[in-house]
């Protein structure tokens, strides 16, 4: 015909009025490429939340799957939990057994205090490594032992079976503390459990619950659990043994807890003296003005000094904190921060103010979901976009510390997809790389199974 036929052809992959075909692999040089070392071809069947990096180098991988790399069909279980080696295979030295009845939302190792070695798992369970429905005594919160175990005791409980006497006892978790939503203050799509945070013998749980929850086994039978409850809204501390830090956002007098947020909370960081950043749809905390981002101080109250000013004008979708550039990125639907036009993409000091040159100056065709810091001060960033500052990027891009597109990292095609979270690690050459974690469809024009692992060359 007469008309021009015009596309841009980036990493196999062809342009035309904001749609895009696939085409053969083609793959244009540059510094960003998938770690093909990192062997996974199958991948997790469904989302995967969280990375985490184990002492011997291996990672435990944790979400709503239940199968990696077809492992299933061998009858190993995978709910939501698998610890995988360095080059992306399964890994069964841990005991994790069928796993959790529900998602895995968040997971940490504890490194110091009494339980050290140990893991805690947050999400939607309530129960882990049973194969019996009724056996649901977790709420939403539980510790793994070093070996992947459930951390459990035996209880006495009432018997209502006095010719049975197996019902005397149960067998229940050694950490007797959970969590819970009793009203619905919190409206939309929410995740109860966002984060789980360990210091020394305290563990933190950040998310949209309204209520925590002790086991109380003097009342209980083998088959149905009576529980106390307090009303205590997104964030609290226990002790080791999942008892409830009432000296933490809490007034033993009058037995109420602070407001919390007015809107949920999407994500949080934990800083080392214990403070926490939380990021979501708030614009109020404990009463206060406090637009989507506020900090809580070690002990629990507002830290009014954090220098965000008047904060995001659009929600915050997820928050990190890189210990080495001591930088702090948040991304979402925002277009100003603290009164600054930043297109969905901010980065902060440490004290909450703005970090001095960076821009975030437009994006176009939707927004960032997630955004990270590594080591060397690029920011990956990914969403749903196809153009930044006027640049095609369709879903994933390097910046540099000051915001402008790291020259020769992007050179990746489509992203399709979200990512979740990250780890940064090293590739099989020696250079930085991420593992990257989430509902990852589509990377660099491959087929991608929610986890890849990028190589970045220097």
Known sequence: G??????????GTAALDNQTFFGPGLQIAGKVSVDKTFAVINGANSTVYTPLRLPSGNFVLSGAF????????????????????????????????VGANGAITSMTRITSGSQTGKFLIGGTFSSFNSRRSNRQNINFLTRLNVDGTLDSTFVDVINLRPNDPTKNKDTVPSFNGGVGLFGNGFGGVFTLVKRVFSLGDKVYVVGNFDRYLKAFYERSTFDTKVYDNTTIRQVVRMSADGSMDSTYRFDV?????????????????QLADGSLILVGSFTTFDGSTKNRIVKLKPDGTVDQTFATGTGANGDILSIGYNATTNKIVVAGVFTTFNGQPLAGVALLNVDGSLSSGFTFPSLSGGFPSFARQMNSGKIIVSGAFNRYNGV?????????????????YNNTGVFIGQILDMIEVTSSDGNPAAILVGDIIRFNNSAAHNVIKVEFQN
Not at 77 to 90: E, F, M, P, R, S
Request: aromatic share 6%.
């Open 392 to 408: 095609l990027r369709q879903g994933f891009m390097v910046l540099n510390p000051n915001g402008s597109l790291a020259n020769g």
């Open 253 to 269: 007098s009058t037995k109420t807890s602070p407001a919390s947020g007015n809107g949920v909370v999407n994500d949080a960081v």
């Open 2 to 11: 007469t008309g021009c036929l015009c596309f841009t052809l980036n990493d």
């Open 66 to 97: 239940d199968d990696y790399e077809t492992t299933k069909v061998a009858n190993l279980g995978l709910g939501g939990i698998v610890q995988v080696n360095t080059l992306g295979a399964v890994d069964k030295s841990l005991k994790f057994g």
